[in-house]
């Protein structure tokens, strides 16, 4: 069974920088787009950015030019580099993955910004 383990959250002051990781592991089948939403308090989830198979990728509005999605030669491992944060930024991220026969989701992590 394919698991998403996200890491690298945190409390960080406006301005400043963070990274996430997902790994997936565990019965590795063809993924076909990893990425991150997030849920901040009395939202619904959003998608934050994925990048497609293909290598392409997709960002929300509100984080183009800030945030960049990247993976590493496996595929099997995304990161988020968060720059520029702002107070609005605070969420829970959670890491997704599309892969054969459904889609899979992290636990979330808490990234938090103060002003």
């Known amino acids: 069974q394919v698991q998403l383990v996200e890491s690298g959250g945190g409390l960080v002051q406006a301005g400043g920088s963070l990274r996430l990781s997902c790994a997936a592991s565990g019965g590795i089948v063809r993924i076909n787009a990893m990425g991150w939403y997030r849920q901040a308090p009395g939202k619904q989830r959003e998608l934050v950015a994925n990048?497609?198979?293909?290598?392409?990728?997709n960002y929300v509005d509100s984080v183009k030019s800030r945030f960049t999605i990247s993976r590493d030669g496996t595929e099997n491992t995304v990161y988020l580099q968060m720059n520029s944060l702002r107070p609005e930024d605070t969420a829970v991220y959670y890491c997704?993955?599309?892969?054969?026969?459904?889609?899979?989701w992290g636990q979330g992590t808490l990234v938090t910004v103060s002003s």
């Open positions: 997704h993955a599309m892969i054969t026969g459904g889609v899979v």
């Open positions: 990048i497609i198979r293909g290598g392409s990728t």
